[in-house]
């Protein structure tokens, strides 16, 4: 069992960066691999991002390539995703979600994560 806090999320312009985090708390985090969703008002829940058990391997959603940046720090039991160049289309809820994945692995389908966070706010103005 996990527990996830994302933070971070806020109101910023076209261009723009932000950082968000997400703090693990329970079982140990380098057990799980992480990934980033984000949805949308009226869309789907979708994969963004997200980073393997050690941080050895990300893999991203073609609209996170070259923008979005997964990593961790298991030292510090958090999980981040580095957004630049936010567009407007990127507004969402984004959340964090982790998963009991093989190392060296990064999934990208919602059933694949079975903990969740609350997710965090982030609202890209044009």
């Known amino acids: 069992q996990v527990q996830l806090v994302e933070s971070g999320g806020g109101l910023v312009q076209t261009r723009g960066s932000l950082r968000l985090s997400c703090a693990a708390s329970g079982r140990t985090f380098s057990s799980y691999a992480m990934g980033w969703f984000r949805q949308a008002p009226g869309k789907e829940r979708e994969f963004v991002a997200g980073?393997?058990?050690?941080?050895?391997?990300?893999y991203y959603a073609d609209s996170a390539k070259g923008r979005f940046t997964s990593s961790r720090d298991n030292a510090k039991n958090t999980a981040y995703l580095q957004m630049n160049s936010l567009e407007p289309e990127d507004t969402a809820v984004y959340y964090c979600a982790a998963s009991m994945a093989p190392g060296g692995v990064v999934l990208t389908t919602r059933t694949a994560y079975a903990w969740w966070g609350q997710g965090t706010q982030v609202t890209v103005s044009s």
């Open positions: 980073v393997s058990r050690g941080g050895s391997r990300t």
